[in-house]
């Protein structure tokens, strides 16, 4: 049904309320990612400009991608999680 919460819903409101008592907005807030190699233009993209640190695993199928952006609120940090969920494959540490 329509409506309904998820414990799904119930994780990310937990996390949105540890990311407004952990921290002062604006603030630069660290996102890191374990990605398939194959993915990582599709990372770079939800990131637009911003300078990510992207380095190979040992035998180079996956990428693990920093990313450090100012941030306003928490909102915009669940955003970006939920943006970057819709790529496959990607990993949120």
């Known amino acids: 049904m329509e ?3 998820t414990p799904k819903d119930d994780w990310w409101d937990r996390f949105q309320k540890l990311l407004d ?4 907005w604006p603030t630069d807030y660290t996102f890191k990612f374990i990605a398939p ?10 990131f637009g400009r ?3 640190k ?11 991608v920093t990313a450090v952006m100012k941030m306003h609120s ?11 969920g819709r790529i496959d494959g ?4």
Do not use: P, W
Not at 54 to 64: A, L, N, Q
Not at 90 to 93: E, G, Q
């Open 37 to 46: 190699a194959a993915q990582v233009e599709a990372l770079k993209g939800v």
């Open 54 to 64: 992207v380095r190979e695993s040992r035998k180079g199928r996956f990428m693990s």
């Open 3 to 5: 409506g309904e919460r």
């Open 90 to 93: 990607v990993i949120a540490l």
């Open 74 to 84: 928490s909102d915009e940090v669940v955003a970006m999680y939920h943006a970057v």
């Open 50 to 52: 911003v300078d990510l």
């Open 21 to 24: 008592d952990q921290n002062e």
